[in-house]
């Protein structure tokens, strides 16, 4: 909770920054907002590895098959890396660009998700 706070603060300070010197140096404030995008990320990498061993050690636990669960894994990283570049696009002025992005990422993980679908119809196929 306190990594939150952290990078709220962090984020809050750099968004007034950038704002505050976007009118004399454009370049200096996108450059300014990226600095502190990559620090609240680095704030938030501690809570993400913790997270994600919490998670593989649930699904031990579980011993559920790596087929069901890698694809869901698989959508919920395209759908960060395409929500983050997407808004570094949308910061840099190009709109275009990032909508093209979010199209590309839906394509990508309905791809990533065939596989988890395979298994659902072998699954109602084996039932019927």
Do not use: H
């Not at 603060?9 to 010197?21: D, H, R, S």
């Not at 990226?34 to 031990?60: F, N, P, S």
């Amino acid at each position: 909770m306190n990594m939150a706070f952290q990078a709220a603060g962090v984020a809050a300070v750099c968004a007034v920054l950038a704002l505050t010197i976007k009118k004399d140096s454009a370049p200096l404030s996108w450059c300014l907002a990226l600095a502190g995008g990559l620090v609240v990320l680095w704030l938030g990498l501690d809570a993400l590895i913790e997270g994600l061993g919490e998670a593989r050690a649930l699904l031990r636990a579980s011993g559920l098959d790596s087929g069901i669960y890698l694809p869901v894994a698989r959508v919920v990283a395209i759908g960060v890396l395409v929500r983050v570049t997407g808004a570094l696009c949308k910061d840099a002025g190009q709109n275009a660009l990032a909508a093209k992005l979010e199209l590309a990422g839906t394509a990508a993980a309905v791809a990533a998700c065939m596989p988890l679908f395979r298994q659902v119809l072998q699954l109602a196929g084996e039932l019927l």
